[in-house]
């Protein structure tokens, strides 16, 4: 039951997407983001649509699996457009009834709000399902490296992180097992109310804090006999290379957040 | 009681490709009975387990508990945990309380059984085993040594008295002292108080010298299931399905194929002996 919860979305593929540089695919987002909020046309957010679809074209995603990142945020939307058409006034009446109306403004923004919502979605989930977890921290490691002279620990940041993402599924994993070994002993994990609940977690919780620490020795202890010491000076297996294809697609993207803008 | 598979298929819904654990078993499962789950790694033993006592739902298919199908049933679950007692993989894992007394007594309590009958519950299963209640009571769970910390998660799933009790992979990671007393245990327990005992193991002997039933998975399939001796008798498709052969087995296999006739379906050591000198007075060799 657990286990359905996936935090790297990463679909591995062969695709032009896929093989851009990370810090590069890492620019690109944010720039494309920024630009999206400076939108202020439906025509903008057709071309910005278009080019999103074009790269998941590219990216050989399918597109449901896009379109189902969107459940998550599907409260979201739904909330603000209601909240827009029911309060935002101004405008020509579209419909009333009673003290309840919909004027022309409210729709209009609350439609223009959730397309951003939707593309800035759209946009971000394409990012992590085309960068596996391992190479977006290494692009974030990079970009923050120039911080490391103001006394950011950039490098740990990322080993911090690339732990992190490695021992998420292998915890949720445990946790999943033993809630089913106390499932099996008689615990209720399910009903009651929420003093209950949180009082029954208990045996979940120090079962899974107990492994978690003794990994986190166990791994401590294998890092150090392999002679780690920190990321000063570490090199890489694979060291990142920007080609002439990131820089294509950089120009690209530099040209359509033009775009978008004046449209 | 009597525990029934009817076309169970399990898929591990994971994302998009799941993956298929089980498929289509059928299964009965009487009183008394010991039986010897074997298959290599990700043949689905643990999944089917699990299917047992309800912590997991069949895809498709129905598990019937005495006559009830649990897979319908909204709620009554904690009766067939109380029934049926599972010990998972590494049950050491699952400690969480902070006395030893306090763990075993997390299922009986969980029952909704008085302090009295809980102590009683926490005694009885100590003792069985084999940890000494006075000693062992108020220690911490976590200052144990391994095999003992397995002792006392083994007897929290003793306090609930369940009548079918299965254990997954029990002596993975024992020292071979530990492992014996996995079986004395097994043993008494089957034989005094007439449990019946489902037992995942990957080795063969133990297998052999318990159950009196086999059950061999591949790929989420049961390839046999039989009594002892048809089952390990099967040497060529034991082996190909990845398995060992109990070593007394192997023993007499491989002597058996060099000439000597002797009988391949004996599990003692005391037995072969026998068997084997047997052969060998009537042969011409000595
Ligand atoms: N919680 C789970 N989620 C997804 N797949 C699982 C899960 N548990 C087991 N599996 C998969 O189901 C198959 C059977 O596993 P399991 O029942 O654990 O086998 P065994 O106990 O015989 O090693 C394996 O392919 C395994 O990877
Ligand atoms: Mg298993």
Redesign the interface.
């Known amino acids: 039951m657990l ?2 919860i ?1 935090i790297g979305q990463y679909m591995a593929r062969d695709s032009i997407i896929h093989n851009l540089d990370p810090r590069i695919k890492i620019v690109i987002t944010i720039m494309m983001i920024t630009a999206l909020f400076f939108i202020d046309t439906f025509s903008g957010y057709g071309l910005f649509f278009l080019s999103v679809l074009v790269i998941i074209y590219l990216s050989r995603i399918p597109l449901i699996r896009i379109i189902r990142g969107l459940k998550p945020v599907l409260f979201l939307v739904l909330l603000t457009l209601i909240l827009h058409i029911f309060f935002t006034r101004g405008g020509e009446v579209i419909w009333q009834w009673g003290f309840i109306s919909i004027e022309a403004e409210g729709l209009y923004t609350g439609l223009f709000m959730v397309t951003r919502i939707i593309l800035l979605i759209m946009f971000t989930s394409l990012l992590t399902l085309t960068t596996s977890p391992l190479e977006l921290t290494n692009g974030i490691e990079y970009l923050l490296s120039p911080l490391k002279r103001v006394g950011v620990p950039a490098s740990e940041l990322a080993m911090m992180m690339t732990i992190a993402l490695r021992f998420i599924p292998t915890l949720l994993e ?1 946790a999943d ?2 809630m ?9 994990f399910e009903s009651g109310n929420l003093v209950k609940r949180a009082r029954n977690l ?2 979940l919780l ?2 899974l804090f ?2 978690a620490f003794r990994r986190a020795d166990d791994l401590a202890l294998a890092m150090e006999s392999r002679c780690y010491h920190g990321g000063e000076g570490r090199t890489r297996l694979h060291e990142l290379k920007v080609r002439a294809g990131d820089f294509i697609a950089l120009a690209l993207a530099l040209l359509l957040c033009v775009a978008f803008i004046y449209f | 009681m009597l525990i029934e598979l009817k076309n169970v298929s399990h898929i591990y819904a994971d994302d998009f490709q799941g993956t298929e654990a089980l498929k289509n078993i059928n299964l009965k499962i009487r009183d008394h009975e010991f039986i010897g789950l074997v298959g290599h790694t990700g043949s689905g033993k643990s999944t089917l387990v699990q299917l047992l006592n309800g912590l997991i739902k069949p895809s498709s298919g129905s598990v019937i508990i005495d006559g009830v199908n649990i897979t319908e049933e909204k709620t009554g679950l904690l009766g067939i945990r109380r029934k049926i007692g599972l010990v998972f993989q590494y049950p050491e894992h699952q400690l969480f309380e902070e006395t030893v007394f306090g763990d075993v007594a997390f299922g009986p309590r969980n029952l909704g059984l008085s302090e009295e009958e809980v102590e009683v519950r926490v005694r009885e299963s100590l003792e069985l085993v084999g940890l000494d209640y006075e000693e062992f009571k108020d220690r911490s769970p976590f200052n144990l040594s391994g095999g003992q910390q397995r002792k006392v998660a083994i007897a929290g799933v003793l306090a609930m008295k369940p009548e079918v009790l299965i254990l997954d992979e029990p002596s993975a990671g024992l020292d071979p002292q530990g492992r014996q007393q996995l079986i004395s245990l097994l043993e008494y327990l089957y034989n005094k108080k007439g449990m019946t005992i489902i037992l995942v193991s990957h080795r063969m002997e133990e297998i052999a010298h318990l159950a009196n039933r086999v059950i061999v998975m591949s790929e989420g399939e049961i390839i046999f299931d039989d009594n002892p001796a048809k089952v390990f008798s099967e040497v060529e498709r034991i082996r190909e399905l990845g398995l060992d052969l109990p070593e007394i087995t192997e023993i007499l296999w491989r002597l058996n194929r060099k000439g000597l006739k002797v009988r391949t379906d004996i599990f003692s050591l005391a037995e072969a002996v026998e068997e084997i000198s047997r052969e060998l007075r009537g042969s011409e060799i000595c």
């Open positions: 286990r359905n996936t445990e097992k033993i089913k070994a106390q499932m099996a002993r008689g615990a209720d208990i045996p120090v079962p107990i492994s």
